[in-house]
């Protein structure tokens, strides 16, 4: 298949790098997770001891940052200055402070220029936020991925179990609604599906269900021919 771009966005726990993953996969594509560079800003924040509030301290030390993503078998693997990172952006500390820290425009223009950079070449499916109304508002195919809330902190909930971690359903259902409404409600690119974006509600769908209606949105893309 020729190579185009896929953007997928959508709230917390809609199954988004799961998918993604899978769908790179299967179409041979390299997969972007920018979720996780934000999650890297913020710990190594968190690490420095440096406040979400402290806007200009912070933009200078991500502009200084070295982010990788490698591809990995279960997750993609995330360096930060050449250290892995990958389960340590995954805390609770991190998950309470991301939204704040991706608030900060001078932030979100650093980490989306690196983004853009990455799908130069084609064949990448982003998942993120506002991967569709900004960092790639010519990707060939938009997905907006979405689930009610309790579905998404049950699937969450599920996942931090099986690690080990103590966390309740409750906790979690909190904790994704106000991410949401704190990603929905900034100024600078909020969580908003793209206008030519397909909706897919995963309430009820299975992992490979979900797959294949973007699988089979893909080849219907690439068989229109790419813009
Ligand atoms: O996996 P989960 O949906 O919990 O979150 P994530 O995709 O790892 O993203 C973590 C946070 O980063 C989000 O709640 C957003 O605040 C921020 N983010 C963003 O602002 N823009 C993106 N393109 C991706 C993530
Ligand atoms: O990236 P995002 O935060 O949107 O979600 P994710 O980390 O891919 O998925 C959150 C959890 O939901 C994972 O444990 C997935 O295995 C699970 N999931 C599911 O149970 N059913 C789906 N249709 C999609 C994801």
Known sequence: MEKFNIAIDGPAAAGKSTVARLVAKQLGFVYVDTGAMYRAVTWKALQSGISPERKEQLSRMASELRI?????EQSQQVLLDGGDVTDLIRSAMVNKNVSAVSAIPEIRRLLVAKQQEMAQAKGVVMDGRDIGTHV???????????????????RRFLEMKAKGEDVTL???EKEIAERDKMDEQREASPLVQAEDAVLVDTSGM???QVAERILELAKSAASKGIR
Request: proline content about 10%.
């Open 68 to 72: 990788e993503l490698l591809p990995g």
């Open 136 to 154: 790639l508002p010519d990707a060939e195919l938009k997905i907006f991925l979405t689930a009610s809330v309790k579905e998404r902190a049950q």
């Open 170 to 172: 409750g906790q979690l």
């Open 206 to 208: 299975s992992i490979p």
